[in-house]
Each structure stands twice: as C-alpha cells, then as structure tokens.
C-alpha cells in the first residue's frame, strides 16, 4: 500500500461540504496522510507520529483541493493567434467570425490534421493544467462538426484520460457551429446530429454530456431543445452555452431541460436565474473569456447568488476566445469582476466544479475517503491567491496520491 504523508502543512483550507456554498473549512499546522490515493486522515500538529513511503514538508505552505475546471475544449489543432491581433485592431469576435475566423476556423484546420497529430499536441497542452494545480477538467469536442471528426475529438480525450494522470470527463459538442457545408442547409446538419452523431457517440460510450451552443447565429432555443432532448434519450446529460452574447433564452432552456450547467450567461436575465435557481443548474461562469475578448459586462454573479445559485467558475480553455489553463488568473478576474470572495471562489474552482461534471462524491474537497487531488502553494493563506496575481504560485500538484507536478522538478 503506497503512502505520503503531507507534513507541516501552515494552511489547509476546503469547501464545507456539509454547509452552504461558500462555508470553508481552515486548518492550521498539520499534517495529510494519504494512502492508495486516497485521504485516510487529517492530524493535528503534535498527534501521533506517522510512518509513510514518502514525505513532503510542506512548512510554509498552504494546501487547497486541486482545481476542477469545469469547461474547457481543449482538443484543437491550430491556435488563432492573428485572430486576437485583429480583436486589438478593433474587430468584434462576431465580426471575425463573419469574416471566416471563430470555431469554423477551427474546424478547417482540425479536418486537415492526422488523429495522432491532433492527439499529441493535446497531450502537451493537458500537461500544462497541473503545472497550475488543476487536477480535472471537463473536455469538450466541437472542433470536427463531422460525424468522422467529432468521433475522432472524443477518442482522443477517452484515450488521454487513460493514459494521463489528468482526469477528463467527456463532452459531446458537435452543437459548436454550423460547420461550411451546411450554411445553406442547417436542418440537414441538426438532423446528421440528432439521428447519426449522438447515436454513436452514445453506443461508444464517448461522451457523458450534451452539450450546444444556444445563442443568436448560431443554435435557436428550439434547435437547441431538440438535441439537447435527443441526448437525453441517448442517456447524454444536457449541458449549454446560453445567455453568453445576447438575452437569448439559454439559461430558461437550461432550467427546462434539468441542464446539469449552464456556461457563460453574460447576458442572463433575472427570469432566467430565477429558474436556474429553482431548478438547480449550476451556473459555470467563464470570467477569463470575457477578459480575452475585450468585453464589458462580465455574468452577473452577485445576482446568481442572491437567487441561491451555486456558482462554478472555469478557464473556458480553447483557441479563440480563452487561450489559458490557469484557474488561479481566474480567481483574480472573478473576484475584480464577478465580485466573488475568496470562500466562495474556493467553491467554484473546486466543489461546484465536481457538481457541474457529476463527481463531487469524488474530487472537490479535502475529506477523509476522498481521492488525494491537491495543490501545495506558496501563499501565506486564502486572500492572498487572488490578491497577488500573474504568477503561478503552485509547489506541487497531488494528483490520486501521486506527485504530478514539482516547481523543483
């Protein structure tokens, strides 16, 4: 049986599963001990000596549970780098999109790669989340928007998360865009969805959730219920993109569909976080997206929380419109801009996180019998990770009992 043991430890902080969102847990001079991958025991300062395989002194040091980020897509080929160029230059994302640039860029380019290219490439950038103490992420596809290339994007997030220590829970996205073949013929491209697309993927087991990108130009409320409907027949979990550039509907849909998420919500209206609320869906905000775009008007979280949401809070990492893996810079632009305190981002980046993929008995929180997910950072305690911010303040990251990242190394 394979044991560390985590002693020293200055701060210890941990979402209060047993209360209201936000209720943190802190702990102060002790010590972790963690067996199989597993949490066996929290010890006081001056209890009993411990014997393990390993040991990390962690004087100095405060422990969280490792990040969930609950939203990314990070199975692309090409990064869209001139793209951002020209959002400095003034050009709107709707208006690079028109002209040819946003996801069906993404998909043109994702077509013309090899699986094992595309698949090697992910492997680096999914080595990067430990650099910066995430320890799970939700992967979406929606880059292939063919029956062929959505498969081949949710193989290669199966076959990553076998061969990683990084844990990937699975999204079905091919509700991304309208892909080029089908400007002309949208009905043909929502019925290849609903009839073949998600049909696969469920029969192979490749995905968990549904996901569509329910917004003006892109998936109508109506479109969106239908295939959102069609993946919950096929057992899919329905998850959307609402509410993120126009009050469009999203976040109601979400409430009718008992959506377990529903992301961005820039645009929510207060019909619609009332029916998030009573329905209990998950709001997963992406502040870093709305940073990166050069926008104004960031999801009205104090909002959600009056109404009694539950608030997660993701990177969105992708190439056009979030380019980072770093939940700590997300604490920072959720706290400035959001105005969410450092409890409850603890909550968001970690506990919420698990809830809005379905693993919150797992990963999320430090308890005994739950999986050893942590990261170990240089910070004297809980304010001050988004207080100082821009630089990576992770020691090391724990993933299932395992060291998966060291700043020595």
């Known amino acids: 049986m394979a044991s560390l043991y985590l002693k020293n430890i200055s701060k210890l902080y941990t979402p209060d599963t047993s209360a ?11 010590g972790l001990l963690i067996e199989d991958g597993t949490i066996v025991k929290i010890i006081e300062e001056g209890g009993e000596t411990i014997s393990a395989d390993q040991e990390i002194d962690c004087s100095g040091k405060t422990v969280l549970p490792g990040f969930v980020d609950s939203h990314t897509h990070p199975v692309f080929w090409k990064t869209r780098e001139d793209e951002f160029i020209m959002r400095v230059q003034g050009k709107s994302y709707e208006e690079i999109a028109e002209a040819g640039g946003g996801i069906r860029n993404s998909v043109r380019r994702f077509r ?20 910066y103490g995430t320890t799970t992420i939700e992967a979406k596809s ?3 928007l063919s029956t062929e290339d959505e498969i081949k994007s949710l193989e ?8 990683l220590d990084l844990d990937l829970v699975a999204t079905f996205l091919g509700a991304h865009e309208i892909p080029d073949e089908y400007q002309n013929n949208r009905k043909e491209y929502i019925r290849l969805l609903i009839e073949e697309m998600i049909p696969l993927v469920a029969k192979n087991n490749l995905a968990k959730f549904c996901d569509v990108f329910c917004e003006k130009g892109v998936f109508t409320v109506d479109e969106s219920r239908e295939i959102l409907q069609a993946g919950k027949k096929h057992n899919l979990i329905p998850k959307l993109h609402a509410d993120e550039l126009f009050a469009f509907g999203g976040a109601e849909l979400g409430a009718e569909v008992k959506a377990i998420s529903a992301d961005h919500l820039l645009k929510i209206s207060d019909d619609g976080i009332r029916k998030m609320a009573a329905a209990n869906v998950i ?32 990177t969105d990492f992708n190439p056009g ?11 920072t632009i959720g706290a400035l801009k959001l105005k969410l305190l450092p409890n409850e981002l603890l909550w968001a980046t970690t506990i919420t996180g698990a809830k809005a993929i379905q693993l919150e008995e797992k990963i999320g929180s430090i308890e005994v019998g739950k999986q050893a997910d942590l990261a170990v950072l240089d910070i004297p305690n809980l304010n001050y990770l988004a207080y100082h911010y821009g630089i990576n303040h992770v020691d090391r990251t ?9 700043r020595d190394c």
């Not at 209201?20 to 002790?30: D, I, R, Y």
């Not at 992406?286 to 959600?304: D, I, S, V």
């Open 20 to 30: 209201p969102f936000g209720t943190v847990k802190e702990f102060n001079k002790l």
């Open 112 to 131: 013309e790669a090899s699986k094992d290219e595309i698949k090697e490439i992910t492997r680096k950038r999914l080595q990067t989340f430990f650099e």
């Open 142 to 144: 929606g880059y292939g």
């Open 156 to 163: 290669i997030i199966r076959e990553l998360d076998e061969e």
């Open 283 to 314: 709001p997963v905000l992406l502040p870093g997206t709305t940073f990166f775009l050069g926008k104004e008007g960031y999801a009205p979280a104090r909002k959600m929380r009056d109404a009694g949401c539950e608030i997660a809070v993701a």
């Open 321 to 331: 419109s979030s380019t980072t893996q770093n939940m700590q810079l997300m604490w």
């Open 398 to 406: 724990i993933k299932n009992g395992k060291i998966v990242y060291s």
